[in-house]
């Protein structure tokens, strides 16, 4: 499996942003579609995940409300809306998925793509 994650690029707070992850390769492994990110500084931290059928859906409570996680199965692709973007939001953004039931952690994930910066400016 393959994850390309692209969109990202910078703007400035409060304005909005798309990313996307083309996925390729073994679709059973495309179960559950995640978003993380990593400051500079930081640890990966998670963002959102989606479920195989797009009912399933979480967001960690510092994009609540901000962003929205989507997939299309057809084209093996999950998008990532986000809006209201503040500077915290800096980070590089990783698609993510793996083969079964969602989780929050990264460690749980079996692919990942080779993210995308995003850069938040005042």
């Known amino acids: 499996v393959q994850l390309q994650a692209s969109g990202g690029g910078l703007v400035q707070a409060g304005g909005s942003l798309r990313l996307s992850c083309a996925a390729s390769?073994?679709?059973?492994?495309?179960?559950?579609l995640a978003w993380f990110r990593q400051a500079p500084g930081k640890e990966r931290e998670f963002v959102a995940h989606i479920s195989g059928s797009g009912t399933s859906i979480f967001y960690s409570d510092s994009v609540k409300g901000r962003f929205t996680i989507s997939r299309d199965n057809a084209k093996n692709t999950v998008h990532l809306q986000m809006n209201s973007l503040k500077l915290e939001d800096t980070a590089i953004y990783f698609c993510?998925?793996?083969?079964?039931?969602?989780?929050?952690?990264?460690?749980?994930?079996?692919?990942w793509g080779q993210g995308t910066l995003v850069t938040v400016s005042s």
């Open positions: 390769g073994r679709t059973s492994s495309l179960y559950c």
């Open positions: 993510a998925s793996r083969g079964s039931y969602c989780y929050t952690s990264g460690a749980k994930f079996d692919y």
